[in-house]
């Protein structure tokens, strides 16, 4: 049987409209925000956090700590446990909507993957797959009708005007099922860290969905350790001896700095260099009041790096036009020599794509002073279709089973497929086959129906996989979190992209010489007028109803 869903109702619950893709907010703060009380926090019961209970799995090579910092495994575990001990699924169908970065999956007859994952589950999956570029008005038109949902909706990073309203709404109140102890039913959820809850935050005080975690690192510099080696440079930089690096590594057709496009849609494109020299993470909440981090001297020191990489030519020429896919081949193949990005790239497709070239390392933070920032330590959250309590607990055991954690069966069908098919092991750990090219989790993206918490496995670059570690170790301990992240705002949910994009615009202006560095200060005025300042009372309140 052929368990895709058929064009008509992709077409019904995904919609064709011509809404435009939402903008990044200026905000990190995740999940949608609010026109309205009702998905405000402020005033209401809290849900509690799901209780943590970490999983007793394979001891790693070095361990991960309260900071961020990931457990370490430099080869794959000998023997792995199973997570799951009951029956998952009924037979059943379930229905997912899932965003997508690569091709369409292969039909279920045609897909060993996908089969052996219906048959693990105990269910025929129905897996709407979005492409990306279409994602965001897919998403709002789904949110505007009133037909039937999906089981399952995946929700990304991505602001969307009005969706904690949609989620209040039109979505399960998952509370009772995996607040407090009540998660320990579900083993592999309760393995998720408290700062992913966090990081999708309630909606009107309840938990309306299950995090899909992240490494608590923000976008990060990425950088060809070999090149700076072989220039000399340390991996302990100060400012200085940055600017000089990226001068060192320019010229011959090359530059030290890879920004691109979407860096300067808001923060993006300053936050490694506003960490570096101090700046909070995009709020501070001293005393209860926010106060945003471009009103900091800090913001502006970072300002001025920026514009001085430009003024010394050592950013790649088209910068504010080219892609962030185009300067991902750029770092790849060495045309430019770093460049931010999330730190989800820090993968075997990444490594991969180098392909050997040079040695993949991340850039420490170069002030005395530095707050490296954290990300929201989640990629989005899945959503539940109203429903009885049976069929709740059956669509969580069905996300419980795609979270499993590293080291278990459960999650090397998830994130491997089928050995013998899709891999094999030997001493190095797994080695992928042609098959697994074709059919994987990212072609059909079940990882973003449930995801185990990362850690820094690179089978095959251990020597990598070591590094990021050591950069963990060297960062992490001083870095700081948004305190707005997982919070709500009216007026965040409404003008966050006009908001970011203000920010973003002013960036790249005084960085690349259009204004000087004193019309910093308009472009902050302008943004509190548009708006900023009453998202920051807002963010106060929330705040406030969430310690």
């Not at 993968?347 to 392909?355: D, E, F, G, R, V």
């Not at 670059?461 to 001083?478: C, G």
């Not at 902050?524 to 929330?542: H, I, S, T």
Request: hydrophobic share 40%; net charge negative.
């Amino acid at each position: 049987m052929d368990h895709r869903i058929d064009r008509r109702s992709l077409l019904r619950l995904a919609g064709v409209g011509a809404l435009g893709l939402a903008a990044p907010s200026f905000l990190t703060a995740c999940g949608g925000g609010s026109s309205g009380g009702g998905v405000s926090n402020a005033g209401k019961d809290l849900a509690p956090w799901p209780t943590y209970v970490p999983f007793a799995g394979p001891t790693p090579d070095a361990p991960g700590d309260d900071s961020g910092v990931q457990p370490l495994f430099l080869k794959y575990p000998e023997k792995v446990v199973r997570s799951v001990d009951n029956p998952v699924g009924d037979g059943s169908d379930v229905t997912v909507m899932v965003v997508s970065y690569g091709a369409p999956p292969k039909p279920v007859g045609e897909n060993r993957y996908w089969q052996a994952v219906n048959q693990a589950l105990g269910v025929n999956l129905k897996v709407i797959v979005v492409p990306d570029p279409e994602y965001g008005q897919k998403m709002a038109t789904l949110m505007a009708s009133g037909d039937d949902l999906p089981d399952l909706i995946m929700f990304s990073n991505l602001a969307l005007p009005h969706a904690a309203e949609f989620v209040q709404a039109r979505c399960a109140d998952l509370s009772e099922f995996v607040g407090g102890d009540a998660v320990k039913e579900f083993p592999n959820l309760a393995n998720i860290p408290t700062y992913a809850w966090k990081g999708m935050g309630r909606i009107g005080g309840k938990l309306h969905g299950i995090p899909l975690e992240r490494p608590m690192p923000a976008n990060s510099l990425f950088v060809n350790r070999s090149a700076m080696d072989a220039a000399g440079i340390p991996e302990d930089w100060t400012t200085e001896q940055y600017l000089d690096a990226m001068k060192q590594l320019t010229g011959d057709r090359k530059w030290g700095v890879g920004w691109f496009k979407a860096l300067f849609g808001g923060l993006g494109g300053i936050t490694y260099h506003a960490g570096s020299l101090g700046a909070p993470n995009t709020w501070s909440a001293d005393g209860g009041a926010f106060t945003p981090a471009t009103a900091t001297p800090q913001f502006e020191q970072a300002l001025e790096v920026m514009r001085k990489l430009v003024e010394a030519g050592t950013h790649y020429p088209d910068s504010l036009t080219v892609s962030s896919t185009d300067m991902q081949s750029y770092f790849h193949n060495g045309t430019v020599a770093s460049m931010n990005d999330g730190f989800g790239s820090v993968s075997l497709s990444t490594m991969k794509k180098i392909n050997g070239r040079f040695a993949l390392d991340l850039g420490r933070p170069y002030g005395a002073q530095a707050t490296p920032w954290q990300g929201p330590g989640i990629f989005g959250y899945v959503t539940f279709k109203k429903a009885e309590s049976a069929r709740i607990k059956l669509l969580l055991r069905v996300v419980d089973y795609l979270s499993a954690p590293f080291g278990s069966a459960e999650y090397e069908l998830a994130n491997y497929g089928v050995e013998g098919e899709h891999f094999t092991k030997d001493a190095d750990g797994i080695k992928t086959t042609d098959l697994y090219n074709q059919e994987n989790n990212s072609l059909l993206p079940t990882k973003y129906i449930g995801t185990a918490p990362a850690v820094l496995y690179l089978p095959g670059y251990p020597d990598t996989a070591k590094a990021v570690h050591d950069w963990q170790k060297a960062s992490l301990p001083r870095s700081v979190r948004n305190p707005a992240t997982g919070l709500r705002s009216a007026t965040e949910a409404s003008k966050g992209a006009q908001l970011g994009q203000i920010i973003g615009d002013g960036i790249a202006a005084i960085t690349f010489g259009r204004k000087p560095p004193s019309a910093w200060k308009d472009v902050v005025a302008q943004w509190r007028q548009a708006g900023g300042d009453q998202v920051a009372e807002e963010l106060a309140k929330e705040h406030a109803a969430n310690q």
